[in-house]
């Protein structure tokens, strides 16, 4: 069954330090998110990402976060001057529409850790 | 905004037993999803409700959506220990492509 990949599987950084996630979607899908959870806490939404460019995004979707799909397969989140608050798992997804619903298939997560 | 609500927060039941979590959302939603995790993974889907009165059902899991009511159920029938994880819903809108999902449902099957 195809998924989606990222990594790391968990990164410890130093606050202040520039962070990049990375994700490579389901190939045939179209639509691409990141969403990130605290430890114990609901999921997310921070972005979602569509013909090349950002389609939606939330208000923790600050200046210090951007996104990328740099070369057709691959999807990344960079966050670039980490705070403690950062610290979540963050999860991509893609998804493409089917039967007039688009079910988001997630990634494995990648855990921050910001000290 | 979009908000999506779900009670109760934790459930503890005992195996063989029934019980339901409720998702309700603030506005107009054209779609519902339940989405499983498990502690430390991922999200998996489970069902994608699309118009008043869907039911779908997938073994022991049936969920159902009341638009009138924007009000969508997981029944839990005979539970087993296995069904223990956190169940999510979340809600999404027109052409908007993301999910807002609600506070989660940590779900406990005891023997």
């Known amino acids: 069954e195809p998924e989606v990949t990222q990594t790391p599987s968990h990164q410890v950084t130093q606050m202040g330090q520039e962070v990049i996630l990375r994700c490579v979607p389901i190939s045939n899908h179209l639509y691409f998110y990141w969403y990130r959870q605290i430890l114990g806490q609901k999921v997310e939404f921070l972005v979602s990402?569509?013909?090349?460019?950002?389609?939606?995004k939330s208000e923790i979707f600050d200046d210090q976060f951007s996104v990328e799909r740099p070369d057709g397969s691959n999807f990344t989140l960079k966050i670039r001057s980490t705070k403690l608050e950062d610290s979540a798992m963050y999860f991509c997804?893609?998804?493409?529409?089917?039967?007039?619903?688009?079910?988001?298939?997630f990634g494995a997560g990648s855990r921050l850790t910001v000290l | 905004e979009l908000k999506v609500e779900q009670n109760p927060l934790f459930l503890s039941m005992q195996e063989g037993k029934n019980y339901t979590i409720y998702c309700n959302y603030s506005t107009t939603s054209d779609r519902l999803y339940w989405y499983r995790q498990d502690p430390g993974k991922s999200l998996e889907s489970l069902f994608v409700l699309l118009s008043n009165g869907a039911v779908k059902q997938e073994g022991r899991l049936m969920a159902s959506l009341d638009t009138k009511a924007r009000l969508s159920t997981l029944h839990i029938t005979a539970a087993v220990h296995d069904l223990s994880a956190t169940y999510f819903c979340?809600?999404?809108?027109?052409?908007?492509?993301?999910?807002?999902f609600g506070t989660g449902t940590r779900l406990q099957v005891t023997l």
């Open positions: 990402f569509y013909n090349n460019e950002i389609s939606e």
């Open positions: 979340a809600a999404a809108t027109g052409t908007a492509s993301k999910l807002t």
């Open positions: 997804a893609s998804s493409d529409w089917e039967g007039g619903a688009n079910v988001l298939t």
